[in-house]
C-alpha cells in the first residue's frame, strides 16, 4: 500500500537496470488495483535526477519529467523495507546515493591496492600463445573466449548496496584445451540465482610460466604428437572417411599426405613454441639466471622434434 505524509512521500524498489539508456529503473509502491508506476533515475557519475518513465519497465522507458521537489523517495530494499531517503530537492537531500557502478568501484579501489598485477590489457594475446596448434581468425575468437571453465571462486570484500549484499570475487578460471590457468576479478551479489552473472568486471591476472615449466610442457606435447596414431573411420550415413587426431577433427576423405601433414603441422607448431623458448632461455643464460638442468631439457626436446620431422617427411604412408 502507497505510504503518503501529506502527499509528499511515496516508497520506491530497485526493478532493474537499463545499461543502454544509462537509467536505474524503480517501481513505486502503489494501492491494489491501482496502474504500477515507474520512476528512473540517472545511473552513472551525473547529478542523479529522479524522472517519471513513459512505456516502462520493458518498453523503451523514455524520460518523461522531473520529480517535484516537494517529494520524498523512501528508497526500499525487494522486499519494500526502508533502506534510505531521496528526493530532487538539494538542500534536504545534498547529495544522492551512490550507483551500482560507484558503490563496485569504490569498493574494488579499496582491493585493487594488493594486486599490482591486474590488467585489461594484454590477455588475449597471452592466451593465444597457449595453444600448440595454429589457429584460424574464427579457431583463435572461441580459444579465446569460449573454452574455460570457472574452477573456484574467492570473496575478497563484501559490501551493500540498497540492502543487498555485494562482493568482491576471485575468479579461477581454467582453459579446456590447454592446462592454461589465470584470474578474473569481478563484483557481483553474493545470493546470485543460478543464471545470474557477476555485476561487473575489473580485470585479468595471468603470469607467463617459469621457463623450465614451459620447457617441460613441450617436451610431453612433442611425446604426444610422436606417440598419437591418426584415427580414421567411415562414417556409413554420409558414407564419407572422417579422420581425427588427438581428438580433433581434421578432415573428410584425405589423402596419406593429408593425414601426414596433420601430424606434421602440429610438431612444426611445437618446433615454433620450442624455439620462442629456446630463445628465451639464452636471454636468461645472459643474464646470468639460475638455469640449472634446462640444457638437457632443451637438448631433448630439440631431438625429438628434429627426429620425427624427418620421419614424416621421408615417410611413404601404405
Given at each position: 500500500?502507497?505510504?503518503?505524509?501529506?502527499?509528499?512521500?511515496?516508497?520506491?524498489?530497485?526493478?532493474?537496470?537499463?545499461?543502454?539508456?544509462?537509467?536505474?529503473?524503480?517501481?513505486?509502491?502503489?494501492?491494489?488495483?491501482?496502474?504500477?508506476?515507474?520512476?528512473?533515475?540517472?545511473?552513472?557519475?551525473?547529478?542523479?535526477?529522479?524522472?517519471?518513465?513513459?512505456d516502462a519497465p520493458y518498453g523503451y522507458c523514455e524520460r518523461d519529467c522531473h520529480v517535484r521537489e516537494d517529494l520524498t523517495l523512501i528508497v526500499c530494499d525487494k522486499d519494500w523495507n526502508?533502506?534510505?531517503?531521496?528526493?530532487?530537492?538539494?538542500?534536504?537531500?545534498?547529495?544522492?546515493?551512490?550507483?551500482?557502478?560507484?558503490?563496485?568501484?569504490?569498493?574494488?579501489?579499496?582491493?585493487?591496492?594488493?594486486?599490482?598485477?591486474?590488467?585489461?590489457?594484454?590477455?588475449?594475446?597471452?592466451?593465444?600463445?597457449?595453444?600448440?596448434?595454429?589457429?584460424?581468425?574464427?579457431?583463435?575468437?572461441?580459444?579465446?573466449?569460449?573454452?574455460?571453465?570457472?574452477?573456484?571462486?574467492?570473496?575478497?570484500?563484501?559490501?551493500?548496496w540498497i540492502g543487498e549484499e555485494y562482493a568482491i570475487f576471485k575468479v579461477t578460471q581454467r582453459h579446456t584445451k590447454c592446462d592454461a590457468q589465470w584470474y578474473e576479478y569481478y563484483a557481483?551479489?553474493?545470493?546470485?540465482?543460478?543464471?545470474?552473472?557477476?555485476?561487473?568486471?575489473?580485470?585479468?591476472?595471468?603470469?607467463?610460466?617459469?621457463?623450465?615449466?614451459?620447457?617441460?610442457?613441450?617436451?610431453?606435447?612433442?611425446?604426444?604428437?610422436?606417440?598419437?596414431?591418426?584415427?580414421?573411420?567411415?562414417?556409413?550415413?554420409?558414407?564419407?572417411?572422417?579422420?581425427?587426431?588427438?581428438?580433433?577433427?581434421?578432415?573428410?576423405?584425405?589423402?596419406?599426405?593429408?593425414?601426414?601433414?596433420?601430424?606434421?603441422?602440429?610438431?612444426?607448431?611445437?618446433?615454433?613454441?620450442?624455439?620462442?623458448?629456446?630463445?628465451?632461455?639464452?636471454?636468461?643464460?645472459?643474464?646470468?639466471?639460475?638455469?640449472?638442468?634446462?640444457?638437457?631439457?632443451?637438448?631433448?626436446?630439440?631431438?625429438?622434434?628434429?627426429?620425427?620431422?624427418?620421419?614424416?617427411?621421408?615417410?611413404?604412408?601404405?
Amino acid at each position: 500500500m502507497e505510504e503518503k505524509r501529506d502527499n509528499k512521500e511515496i516508497r520506491v524498489r530497485l526493478h532493474h537496470i537499463d545499461r543502454g539508456n544509462c537509467t536505474e529503473v524503480w517501481e513505486v509502491q502503489t494501492e491494489k488495483g491501482k496502474p504500477r508506476r515507474y520512476l528512473g533515475r540517472d545511473d552513472g557519475y551525473g547529478p542523479k535526477e529522479w524522472y517519471t518513465l513513459c512505456d516502462a519497465p520493458y518498453g523503451y522507458c523514455e524520460r518523461d519529467c522531473h520529480v517535484r521537489e516537494d517529494l520524498t523517495l523512501i528508497v526500499c530494499d525487494k522486499d519494500w523495507n526502508e533502506v534510505l531517503r531521496d528526493g530532487t530537492d538539494r538542500e534536504r537531500f545534498p547529495e544522492s546515493f551512490p550507483s551500482l557502478d560507484e558503490a563496485c568501484n569504490e569498493a574494488w579501489s579499496k582491493v585493487v591496492k594488493v594486486l599490482p598485477h591486474v590488467t585489461h590489457k594484454g590477455f588475449g594475446q597471452w592466451i593465444t600463445k597457449q595453444s600448440f596448434l595454429p589457429l584460424s581468425q574464427t579457431e583463435e575468437l572461441n580459444w579465446r573466449d569460449s573454452y574455460y571453465e570457472e574452477e573456484a571462486s574467492e570473496i575478497l570484500s563484501r559490501f551493500t548496496w540498497i540492502g543487498e549484499e555485494y562482493a568482491i570475487f576471485k575468479v579461477t578460471q581454467r582453459h579446456t584445451k590447454c592446462d592454461a590457468q589465470w584470474y578474473e576479478y569481478y563484483a557481483g551479489k553474493t545470493n546470485r540465482q543460478e543464471h545470474e552473472w557477476y555485476t561487473r568486471f575489473f580485470g585479468y591476472e595471468y603470469h607467463d610460466r617459469h621457463i623450465s615449466d614451459v620447457l617441460r610442457t613441450l617436451g610431453r606435447r612433442c611425446d604426444d604428437i610422436i606417440r598419437t596414431a591418426v584415427e580414421t573411420r567411415t562414417d556409413h550415413y554420409y558414407g564419407r572417411t572422417v579422420s581425427c587426431f588427438m581428438d580433433e577433427f581434421i578432415g573428410y576423405d584425405l589423402s596419406h599426405e593429408q593425414v601426414r601433414d596433420a601430424k606434421e603441422c602440429r610438431l612444426r607448431k611445437a618446433r615454433e613454441d620450442y624455439d620462442e623458448a629456446n630463445a628465451y632461455y639464452y636471454k636468461l643464460k645472459e643474464n646470468e639466471e639460475s638455469i640449472r638442468g634446462i640444457e638437457l631439457m632443451l637438448h631433448c626436446i630439440r631431438w625429438k622434434s628434429h627426429a620425427t620431422l624427418t620421419l614424416l617427411a621421408t615417410q611413404d604412408l601404405p
